[in-house]
């Protein structure tokens, strides 16, 4: 009963490891601990800042649209209604201080206007909510599925091990993209489906990080007498071996909601992901790409955004992954 | 076990992975709402008609038997027949194959020339301005969309500065008789070669930053090496120490990077393809699913994947070719 007693306890440290008398080198799997390095890290604390920023953009934004029905896109005095077109149409404005063919930028609306006269500012504000939701919530698939698939492969081996390999191997080949195009062309093109698509083809990804983590944990002293002392499989692999795994998993969780956002930006721009007229970056390019010529900045601002965005998330997963990892720290 | 050995052990283990695939397509094409008979005959078709088109496709019959029939098909080299172009599906992978290839080839091209001199200064110049520069490019491209890359550079190399065309590409062995404005074969390379390079340099961004990336972090091991080191001591001149001792080595996680990248690079030529309205894979798959022309949609995402499968082969026996600690596969 001692293993499981340790068991529990592990499992509660990973979350909060700020008891004293900890050895130091199970203290790196810990989340405070992790938080602790990025804090030191200045590149990582950038990006942290910039996502947090983003996230409570998007959150505000996603209030907005589910809850409020844009209300207060109408009430803050430099937003506009991000989906219907405006009453008095300037299409294709530039950006204020500048000026096209069609007429010269305004502070009403400081980026400029879209093809159908509404405020590209108002709109790329409100394309967070598609691009975060859709980045963490695949992310969140392919963690998920990636670790139990992983997990379970490399803890049983064998004949588990080998279909479950051959099947995400064949995940894995086809190009991600094309993957989930031909899984959207199946079941819709809608953006919750895009986001399974995202999350289902990012399985492979986690689960040979996990895999490679469970099989050489699987050794480990502490798991054979774990299983002496008679604790069940399904509870070595969650209180032992995920937790163990948690450094190398974060870092790669990081970085791929970052290709998810691009995965998901590419599909709405190739028509597949977040319909008209709802605000998404990719469909926005999309839109611009028509109008390149008399309103070059229309296809300069989404791609921006992307831009910043999924810069933010690899510099938290570089800083993460210097952080934990023991080689630069000691 | 030999190289050659090796080699067929590799492709033999394909084999599942392109059946697995064969499967996946199989039951997602299978799964396309909408009908393929309603899209050839209008909306109000005689019920005769449609069973001519459903016997002809082999429609009527019973899913697992389709499926099977299709699997032998493959083994024979019949990717089976084009609903809406009425030509098989081999037919039309072969008349756009090599334009994808011929910009996924020079994406890597532009991608690998500039990408090692770049990570190997930067690692040789550590923490200096110059490593600096090259990992903040390197940062900025892996997080910028492909296609947004080429949407920029359409804006201002053809619309802004006029010098090169913004959309279409062909081979440069194409006939000078189907290249407007061109009389020899050298104005059709020129041309070629124009139309290749904005779609080239979009597509190949992302594999030069993540090559530099792994470049750069595999060469600063390496030049740590007490063999590198021995070799500095012995008073080998820098230049010498770089090329001939510390960067061979260091290209076993370049190359597996290289392998990796091109599942990206023909997922990435979807896009790109797209932008510059080039007449390739990418395009047709799109084309493919817009059309609901399901066996061109399986034939094409066959296609990308055992494409995908070969360049991970290549990879591994160069791997094994360049390393002599690999074992080939043995346990």
Redesign the interface.
């Known amino acids: 009963m001692m293993a499981v007693h340790e068991t529990q306890g592990e499992e509660e440290f990973a979350d909060e490891p700020t008891e004293g008398g900890v050895d130091e080198v199970e203290a790196r799997v810990g989340l405070a601990y992790t938080l602790k390095q990025v804090k030191r890290d200045s590149t990582a604390r950038m990006g942290f800042y910039i996502i947090a920023f983003i996230t409570a953009i998007a959150a505000f934004v996603s209030i907005d649209y589910y809850l409020l029905d844009y209300a207060m896109a109408k009430a803050i005095p430099f937003l506009h209604h991000p989906e219907r077109d405006p009453e008095v149409i300037n299409t294709l404005l530039p950006p204020v201080g500048m000026e096209n063919g069609l007429g010269s930028g305004t502070w009403e609306h400081p980026l400029g206007t879209d093809h159908r006269g509404r405020d590209i500012l108002t709109r790329l504000i409100y394309g967070t909510r598609i691009a975060m939701t859709v980045g963490f919530m695949a992310t969140a698939i392919g963690l998920v599925g990636g670790t139990l698939v992983g997990a379970v492969s490399g803890y049983y081996g064998g004949w588990v091990d080998d279909v479950l390999q051959?099947?995400t191997?064949?995940?894995?080949?086809?190009?991600?993209?094309?993957?989930v195009?031909?899984?959207m062309?199946?079941?819709?093109r809608d953006i919750s489906y895009a986001m399974v698509g995202v999350g289902i083809a990012s399985i492979p990804v986690f689960n040979r990080l996990i895999r490679s983590r469970v099989v050489s944990i699987r050794e480990e002293e502490y798991i054979e007498a774990a299983k002496a002392a008679g604790v069940k499989d399904r509870n070595i692999i969650l209180r032992h071996v995920i937790p163990n795994s948690f450094a190398p998993v974060l870092v790669q969780a990081t970085l791929q909601v970052?290709v998810s956002i691009?995965i998901v930006?590419?599909l709405s721009?190739?028509g597949f992901g977040a319909q008209p007229p709802t605000p998404s970056w990719?469909q926005m390019?999309a839109a611009?790409?028509n109008y390149?010529?008399p309103a070059?900045t229309f296809?300069?601002w989404?791609?921006i955004a992307?831009?910043v965005t999924?810069?933010a998330f690899?510099?938290l997963g570089?800083g993460l992954q210097d952080a934990l990892d023991p080689r630069i720290n000691n | 076990m030999g190289l050659l050995r090796y080699t067929v052990w590799r492709c033999l283990q394909a084999i599942?992975?392109l059946v697995?695939?064969l499967?996946?397509?199989f039951f997602?094409?299978n799964?396309?709402?909408g009908d393929p008979v309603s899209i050839m005959l209008g909306p109000t078709p005689s019920a005769e008609m449609v069973e001519q088109i459903q016997a002809r496709y082999g429609l009527d019959r019973p899913l697992h038997e389709r499926y099977f029939s299709y699997l032998a098909g493959v083994a024979q080299g019949d990717l089976g027949h084009s609903i809406y172009y009425d030509v098989p599906v081999l037919t039309k992978i072969i008349e756009r194959l090599p334009v994808t290839a011929y910009l996924v080839f020079s994406a890597f091209g532009f991608a690998l020339l500039t990408a090692i001199p770049l990570g190997v200064i930067s690692a040789k110049r550590r923490n200096e301005p110059v490593d600096h520069v090259s990992r903040i490019v390197a940062?900025?491209g892996?997080?910028?969309?492909?296609?947004?890359i080429g949407?920029?550079l359409?804006?201002v190399f053809s619309?802004?500065l006029g010098l090169l065309p913004a959309t279409g590409l062909f081979l440069p062995w194409a006939d000078p008789a189907n290249v407007r404005g061109a009389a020899t074969q050298f104005d059709v390379v020129v041309e070629s070669f124009k139309r290749l390079l904005m779609p080239m340099v979009a597509l190949g961004t992302l594999q030069m930053a993540s090559i530099t990336r792994i470049e750069r972090s595999s060469m600063v091991d390496s030049l740590q090496n007490e063999y590198v080191k021995l070799a500095r001591a012995y008073g080998v001149d820098e230049r010498g120490v770089i090329w001939k001792h510390a960067f061979k080595p260091a290209q076993l996680p370049v190359i597996t990077i290289v392998g990796l990248g091109l599942?990206?690079a023909?997922?990435?030529a979807?896009?790109i393809e797209?932008?510059f309205e080039i007449n390739g894979m990418g395009r047709l798959?799109?084309q493919a699913?817009n059309n609901q022309d399901y066996p061109l949609?399986m034939g094409t995402?066959f296609m990308?994947?055992a494409l995908?499968?070969v360049g991970?082969i290549i990879t591994d026996i160069s791997y094994a070719y360049i390393d002599p600690r690999v074992s080939y596969g043995e346990k």
């Open positions: 051959r099947i191997d064949t995940i894995y080949a086809i190009p991600f993209l094309v993957l195009i031909a899984f062309s199946a079941f819709g970052g691009l930006a590419g721009f190739l990719g390019l611009s790409r390149m010529l070059p296809s300069i989404p791609g992307i831009l999924v810069v690899n510099l570089d | 599942p992975v697995g695939i499967t996946i397509t997602l094409t799964a396309i709402p940062l900025i892996v997080s910028t969309p492909s296609f947004w949407l920029l359409i804006i619309f802004q599942s990206t023909l997922g990435g979807v896009l797209t932008v798959i799109i699913i949609v995402t990308l994947g995908y499968l991970v």
